[in-house]
């Protein structure tokens, strides 16, 4: 069992939950029959980051400013709550310190409240978004959103490809470090993911976990578990870790020069890889090329269907994605699927009841939400939200059969009609 610390909603935080299975944790799948449609609620936004959900009906969006930051001056983030049908602002917060630029990340918290890292701070704010406490983190980087344990305990880490990341622990009642900060033994771009109590780290070079030691009150560096992805190749680093209780899965070529969208922007010209590690032994482990295409690159982890076995991975500089079959006790993979000209490079929803895969597309010089069928492939939906920028961030489901999609220009609600 992991994410127990999340509010019991169908999705309390970024990916539906710290494993970033991507699928909610309660609710049924859009279940889209022949004839039927999707439609799209757009409303304009400024540098959105995501939606998660709390009690029925409730619907959180963390948005944050960024110009500010082209003039090096510090940034700030802002929590509303909006209407989940209309989009419509209920309640909003002040706007909440944050200095450094980057997306960051809210969940809602066990306890109820919501909790947000943006920037070099931490926020505590109500249910009316009214906040409640703010904790300044030690180091002077922007920090890309956050896990919460099973312990209760919120961890996050600076975002760097030079020296060394850092972890801080947070004592999410006293908002105040929970223990000292720890240092990283190489940098980290990737978000963290957790399993109970131990936190993954997709490093520059290595994949790498600390577990939380109730003794000492401290995280503990796994030494066994390490594993070195890049190794003598070229590759860039990876981005965030899908753990499916059995494996790590993610992505490499992480580098790219993103200003409005992915396609075309990767720096390296070599192909992006899908790696599999196992969890119990980090010397079985896989890297797969995706498409094979040079100049491959990602942003975001890819997706695992756990019921029927099914792997997703995609290359956004190259307009591909691929789907494979997984085999649990071989550990092959066997290819089931793949689109070219596909403009995916966001994270994902898996509706696991109904096989459904939302994804976006983007096409026209727009953003496209695509719900595919994830044995298939086969196209189940599809609705236009518009806006320039193509999505890189965080989706959510909704509360009925509906989800909500967010880029850096746009929040939709998209339904089925």
Known sequence: MTGEAYYPSPW?????GPARLSTPLSGNGLNIQPGEKLKAIVRKIHMGTMTVLGDPGEVFLLTHTMVRSKFGLPTTCCVERVDFQNLKTIYKSPRLQGGPAWPGGIAVHLNGDLYVVYGRYAHRLNRSCELVASFQLPINRPHNSFVILDNGLLVTKDI????????SVIDTSAMQAASPPTICPEPSIARLSAVGNTVYVIGVKTAFRYHWNDASGMLDFDQAWRFNYIGGSTQTYGWDAVIDGK???FMDNGKHTYMV????NGVRQ??????????SDSNDAQIIPISGIKGGSITNPPLIDLQRRVVIAFDSSNRFLRAWRFDFDTDALSPLWEKSSFGCASHMILYSDTGELVTNDYHNHGEEVVVLDIETGSEKGRTRIGGISQGVVFPSVGWGRDFYWTTFDRLARVSVV
């Not at 309390?12 to 539906?16: C, L």
């Open 12 to 16: 309390p935080g970024e990916d539906g």
């Open 160 to 167: 760097s490809d030079v020296g060394h990341s850092t972890l």
């Open 247 to 249: 494996n790590a899965w």
């Open 261 to 264: 969208k992915m396609i075309g």
């Open 270 to 279: 070599t192909p992006n890889n899908l790696i599999r590690v196992s969890l």
